[in-house]
């Protein structure tokens, strides 16, 4: 999982960064199953991703669009 805080003014570019830039650029490694796109009216963006293993770090965006550095972390499926 990846998120971030957008500026307010900044969401909206923000988000065209993630889409057509740091989405594609993990989509091309063969381990990348899928990935979910999330806002909200806070202007976080979070981000899930499945792999098959070794998750590939995103990239960072730029810092003029967010109000701090992005924080990942990786989850395992719970057998239940």
Known sequence: MWEVR????GLT???TWLCDIALPAVEMNPLHIASEVFSSADSRVVVVSKWRSNPEEFLDPPSHLTVRPPHSWDFSPVDR
Do not use: G, M, V
């Open 6 to 9: 957008a500026h307010p003014e």
């Open 13 to 15: 570019d923000l988000l």
